[in-house]
């Protein structure tokens, strides 16, 4: 059973940044998918970002609402996946959840929550204006 879990939420003013990393534990996997969503109060979840591998090679999607300043990004020896997150807004006040699947998703579907096996519980960003 894959378990992933999140850190590094927390209150940062807007223009600040903040580092979440999702560390997964029960499954080495070579090759995934792994993404960020995101939750804010009285929203639906949606899509930030995500990072797709198989072997040494790689590569990551974003929302347009973060592209520019987010950076997903994984530690193939930590077998963590973080996100940098630059420039931050008001708007990006939610809670911030890992997501994973040992598939190599199709980038026509990376944004679909369904797609994807394991969910962490998800840790709060709070950006104060």
């Known amino acids: 059973q894959v378990q992933l879990v999140e850190s590094g939420g927390g209150l940062v003013q807007a223009g600040g940044s903040l580092r979440l990393s999702c560390a997964a534990s029960?499954?080495?996997?070579?090759?995934?998918?792994m993404a960020w969503f995101r939750q804010a109060p009285g929203k639906e979840r949606e899509f930030v970002a995500t990072?797709?591998?198989?072997?040494?090679?790689?590569?990551?999607y974003y929302a347009d609402s973060v592209k520019g300043r987010f950076t997903v990004s994984r530690d193939n020896a930590k077998n963590t996946v973080d996100l940098q997150m630059n420039s931050l807004n008001p708007e990006d006040t939610a809670v911030y959840y890992c997501?994973?699947?040992?598939?190599?998703?199709?980038?026509?579907?990376?944004?679909?929550?369904?797609?994807?096996?394991?969910w962490g519980q998800g840790t709060q960003v709070t950006v104060s204006s």
């Open positions: 990072i797709r591998w198989s072997g040494r090679t790689s590569t990551t």
């Open positions: 029960g499954r080495t996997f070579t090759s995934s998918t």
């Open positions: 997501a994973a699947t040992s598939r190599l998703l199709s980038i026509a579907v990376v944004t679909i929550m369904r797609q994807y096996d394991y």
